[in-house]
């Protein structure tokens, strides 16, 4: 969920932190005037709004401030960088995720991070730092658009997440009077991204199941799969959702899921061999605890 902030809400956040940093100066006397040091770079715009409303001074360098201020904290990495190394100064920010249940989990836009027209460009942003991080120069001509693409595109490879399996299954009782032998739908073409490295995972999954007296519509075992594989994803967990979905939802005899894949993060870097498939699965029911059921769903996968 993204929460969009106004200068207003920003504004009611300065004041409440420029209090908080008012204690904190109040309980030593050395401090007349407090030295901040913004987080780059979103800590920057916190400290010239703080500047108008308590007694500080804005430097350059964090070894001359007496605390450190920013816009957010969020896993709290860049916090614990800056406490472990500067132990006696105290982290303020305008919002801690980790504290606050409002913002916790959500996708914070800040006035400085959008448009004129409103437009959000926090996660633009976040493009343009990964390619100066590389080294390339953001203003090239044929980069010029491609933060605006990376968001698009991952927007559309995350997209499952707005999905739950509830919306998809719509099951039918018509059509599955008497009929209680294996369904299979094979080599469903799945694209996902692993979770470790956000590098591509491909393949196909062939999902199988028994009826007890509901089916549901073929299209919906790809559309189950593909929920699932657009979500940062490990193979393991992939293959076990579309099962235990397809297991609840529809309330089958048996469940059977086989997932053969490949992992752009092992073929593109590491150890940089290609070709290799992984092949995962998950069988529920009587596939599980049943031999001959078992074998004839593994039989199908081949």
Known sequence: MKITLTNKAVLN????LAHEINRYQYTDP???TIRIY?????GIAVAYALHGLICCEIVDKPENADCFVDDLIDSGATCERYCDQYPEKPF????????DEQFNNKWIVFPW???EKKQDESGTDIVVRLLQLVGEDPQRGGLLETPHRVIKAWHHWCSGYNKEPA???KVFEDGAEKYDEMVTVKNIPIYSHCEH???PIFGTVTISYIPDGKIVGLSKLSRLADMFARRLQVQERLTSQIADALFEHLQPKGVGVLIK?????MESRGICQQGHETITTALRGVMLINPEARAEFLDSTK
């Open 30 to 32: 050395n401090y007349s």
């Open 13 to 16: 956040l300065v004041k409440k």
């Open 261 to 265: 894949a490949r992992h752009l993060c």
């Open 92 to 99: 303020f920010a305008l919002i801690d995720k980790r504290e």
């Open 38 to 42: 913004p987080i780059p770079r979103g």
């Open 197 to 199: 490295h956000l590098a």
């Open 167 to 169: 919306q998809i299954l």
């Open 113 to 115: 991070e959008q448009t």
